[in-house]
């Protein structure tokens, strides 16, 4: 067999949109259909999933593709629904669509993926090249199902799929909806004889389910990581989201304006599955969707008895079927996110609802993987969840426990979303307008920057005025470089104190981990206060004591030792202001300033290592010792010969090579013993990179040796402390930096037409 | 003349003039050679030591610094050092490193001797085989 997938001849089987109307996930639908491919040897692929972004019909999508291709893959669906009310029942089904999605694709006939077959129809229809074996297949179903062995019944229907012969082509699995097997389980624990199955099948396989549950599920069945690939599946980009609401306005036949397209996507958080209901029950209801009005009265609807009810309803039912605690659920729940209190204890919550300790946790395990709380075992984070979570719970709590009239329920929801949707407009537009401070922070990595770019006042003097090109050349003329931490990580600022809410938007004041040089030590540790200042004029002093003040009691409150404050506003600081910040050793910046600096870590290299890119480039690797030192020098002269370096020139960088090689040696304590050496040629400059494995020199930076007590051995070692010294003054720029294992140096020398 | 090869490192005695050979490459090794031939001279009765960088074409930071040894030795022994025949990039490292205040550098051997003939009382240029 072999590929034909013009889309003349493709053909829809399982996916409920046409390939042209399946918006985003592109690389995933890549990555799915990468998973089937023999070269995945085997690997099953956990697709983790944020609560309604939408799995199932990326992986439709997926089966249609393979269903095409007609190679050696047969692909097999299956979606695990609120239906299955055993893990029994649900593994026969699973059976039953197997045998019956592989009859299709053998006779290359997807109609019959939709048909209704009993097993006998599907003997009858078996190609004769597979009778034999699915007559084996149903006659050992129908063996072990007589036996009332619930638990073999469930392992032979999953395991169905190994039992294709090799030369009629292999199975590919795909699961849909892992969270709801969960619910299924009784005498057979099915989420862990899925992944037990099919993870030692040794035939790639794809299960889907959320992100929270799924990997829980995966360590209990004890599955070998080391076999299986995961792939995370988040909200959609604004543009996707977009594109899906123009998509599915279109194929419902929906009218709607730009305005209310826009809104919905940040209204429902670009989830596909929130998009797709609403706009389902707007062609239902046969509604144009032109205003925020008509939006936010189906909206209202929706979450009274609609789709979206309908949703979350079924959620809070599975969770907990008692109406009385669902009702005290809803209570705990809205109350505890109206009022904004962070966190609940868990037994305060038991003690409410009147639960055992095991019947509350398994409630709060739902609630979790659903991610409608935040559960650690002891507290409970309530205020977690979509806004529309928030609005359903909201109406649930004023109807079903306040017992509120539903007209002025609906009165209300409607009015409170139409009062919210231009703030929500309005916030998207400034994001959209302004950088974001949280990607301008992950994108620091020891880059060298000017410095200028983080004081106002000496930008004011040198760049006020001036031209974007101008400012551009004067930057790459700046001789006074920061250098950048390493980010490890960052958060709001409201993660650490939540009365930051009342004076700040979330994304606009950040709290951000780095260590200096990439050097993972207490004394390295810098956390940055990034906050960005709403003013249309410079910000005068006052304004920013106070943002300093703030910021700075932020760092005390929560004890950290070396801390770095930068402000950033649109038009700058006033000179009292720059130099208020300056005294306190803060940064302040305009906007145009964190523009420029942008392009400049796009244009930056970092001095991370990376792999071998160009021709330019060359990689040696030399065990330590036996003068091994002399092999390097000696590459390191043939390569800087290309780049007509001057004799001297090329003497210095040996030189400077076989110290670095010297000093890895004698310092790195290295395991393997090895030396790795980076050669880059660039126009006008060679880059030597030399790395080890093992501890970084304590000499490193003073260009000193380590204190020893006895006074000959520290004059020996002061001279051994030599070796940075000359690297320092043979080679034109020489840096230090720490990796996850190891020392780098980097060492640049450029040429200087034809002088040293 | 007559040269001895003692430890692989080449050298004779002019009068009371050790003239000690450096190899292709100054590192820790060739380094310890050159000073324990340089102590063995000194112990036997040496005023001066030559040490001749005529083949020497890399040299690095601990063979540098085991030089400054030899020069400590030589001082507490009261004998003179000279550097014979060092190639530009060399003297380059010296310079940066500080030896070049501490040794006299020669042209070539002839040259170190002459220097030494003028500051050593009891110069006798009649080469001793040791």
């Known amino acids: 067999m072999h590929g034909a997938n013009s889309s003349d001849n493709f053909r829809r089987v399982l996916g409920r949109v046409n390939r042209q109307d399946f918006v985003g996930r592109v690389p995933e639908l890549e990555r799915t259909l990468a998973q089937a491919s023999p070269k995945s040897n085997g690997r099953g692929l956990l697709l983790l999933m944020k609560p309604a972004t939408g799995v199932s019909e990326l992986l439709r999508q997926t089966y249609d593709q393979l269903f095409n291709q007609r190679t050696d893959v047969i692909p097999v669906y299956f979606a695990f629904t609120r239906q299955d009310t055993s893990a029994v029942h649900a593994a026969i089904e699973f059976l039953s669509s197997f045998l019956q999605q592989y009859i299709a694709f053998r006779r290359n006939e997807p109609a019959l993926c939709d048909a209704a077959l009993t097993l006998q129809d599907l ?27 619930k638990k073999e019944l469930v392992r032979l229907c999953l395991s169905a799929p190994q039992r294709v012969p090799p030369h009629l082509g292999r199975s590919f699995v795909m699961l849909d909806g892992a969270e709801l097997a969960e619910d299924l389980n009784g005498d057979v624990v099915l989420g862990t004889e899925i992944l037990r199955v099919f993870g030692r099948s040794k035939q790639s396989f794809v299960l889907a389910g959320l992100r929270r549950q799924i990997l829980e599920a995966a360590h209990n069945a004890k599955c070998n990581f080391e076999l299986l690939d995961l792939l995370r599946l988040e909200e959609l980009t604004f543009d996707e989201a977009n594109s899906l609401v123009d998509h599915v306005a279109r194929r419902q036949q929906v009218p709607t304006s730009r305005e209310v397209r826009d809104l919905l996507v940040q209204q429902f958080g670009s989830s596909p599955f929130f998009i797709s209901a609403f706009l389902q029950a707007a062609r239902e209801k046969n509604t144009a969707l032109i205003s925020y009005l008509d939006c936010e009265r189906l909206y209202a609807d929706e979450l009274l008895g609609g789709h979206l009810n309908h949703h979350f309803q079924a959620l ?70 979509s806004q529309t979570w928030k609005d359903f719970l909201k109406v649930s709590y004023r109807l079903s426990v306040l017992n509120e009239p539903r007209a002025l329920v609906v009165a209300d929801t409607i009015g409170d979303a139409l009062k919210r949707a231009p703030h929500t407009m309005s916030r998207h537009y400034k994001r959209l307008a302004q950088l974001g401070l949280r990607e301008v922070a992950l994108q620091f990595d020891c880059q060298r920057v000017p410095e200028v770019l983080f004081d106002y006042a000496s930008f004011a003097k040198k760049f006020k005025g001036v031209s974007d090109a101008e400012v551009l050349a004067g930057l790459e003329s700046e001789s006074v470089r920061l250098k950048l931490p390493q980010t490890i990580h960052v958060a709001s600022c409201l993660s650490f104190n939540r009365d930051l809410r009342q004076v700040c938007e979330e994304q606009k004041c950040v709290v951000v981990h780095t260590f200096d040089d990439g050097i993972y030590s207490d004394a390295q540790e810098v956390i940055w206060l990034i906050a960005r200042i709403d003013s249309k004029l410079e910000v005068e002093v006052g304004l920013a004591e106070v943002w300093q003040e703030r910021l700075a009691e932020l760092a005390r409150a929560h004890s950290f030792g070396r801390y770095r404050i930068w402000l950033v506003s649109n038009e700058g600081f006033s000179d009292d202001a720059s130099h208020y910040l300056e005294a306190r050793n803060a940064f302040c910046s305009s906007e145009r300033q964190l523009s420029l600096l942008i392009d400049q870590l796009a244009m930056t290299p970092t001095s991370r290592p990376s792999a071998i890119e160009t021709s330019d480039e060359f990689l040696i690797v030399l065990p330590m010792g036996e003068d091994n ?82 006074e000959d051995d520290e004059a020996t070692e002061e001279r051994r402390g030599w070796g940075l010294k000359l690297i320092r003054t043979l080679m034109d720029e020489v840096e230090f930096e720490r990796v996850d294992e190891g020392t780098s140096l980097r060492m640049t020398k450029y040429v200087r037409n034809g002088s040293v | 003349m007559d040269i001895s090869s ?40 040496c005023r001066a030591l030559v040490i001749d960088f005529a083949d020497t074409q890399l040299v690095n930071s601990i063979g540098i610094s085991i030089l400054l040894g030899i020069i400590d030795v030589a001082e507490k ?21 500080g030896l070049t205040r501490h040794v006299a550098l020669a042209k070539d051997e002839q040259e170190a001797l002459l220097t030494l003939s003028t500051t050593v009382s009891g110069f006798d240029s009649t080469p001793t085989v040791h």
């Open chain 2, 77 to 97: 022994n009261k004998a003179q050092v000279v550097f014979a025949d060092v190639n530009n990039q060399t003297v380059e490292l010296f310079d940066m490193l």
């Open chain 2, 6 to 45: 003692v430890s692989d490192v080449k050298s004779h005695c002019v009068g009371t003039t050790a003239v000690v050979y450096a190899s292709d490459y100054l590192n820790k090794l060739t380094g310890e050679k050159i000073e324990r031939e340089c102590r063995r001279q000194l112990a036997q009765g």
């Open chain 1, 629 to 710: 030192e002399l092999l390097a020098a000696s590459t390191v002269e043939h390569i800087a010969r290309r780049l007509t370096f001057p004799p001297a020139a090329i003497n210095q960088i040996k030189t400077a090579i076989v110290e670095a090689c010297i000093n890895a040696s004698e310092h790195s304590f290295s395991p393997d013993r090895k030396i790795y050496q980076r050669f880059r040629l660039e126009s006008d400059r060679l880059v030597v990179t030399i790395s080890s494995r093992g501890i970084l020199p304590t000499n490193v930076g003073s260009g000193t040796a380590s204190t020893t007590n006895n």
């Open chain 1, 123 to 149: 003997l009858v229809l078996a190609p004769s090249a597979d009778l034999l074996w699915i007559e084996q297949l149903v006659q050992l179903y129908e063996r072990v199902r007589s036996s009332n062995d």
């Open chain 1, 316 to 385: 809070l039912e599975e969770i907990a079927p008692e109406l009385e605690n669902r009702l005290m659920l809803i209570k705990l729940l809205w109350e505890g996110s109206a009022t904004e209190e962070k966190t609940a204890s868990v037994d305060s919550w038991r003690k409410r609802l009147h639960l055992s300790t095991d019947e509350c946790e398994d409630v709060l395990h739902q609630l979790h993987i659903h991610e409608l709380v935040n559960w650690n075992g002891a507290t409970i984070d309530v205020t977690t969840g």
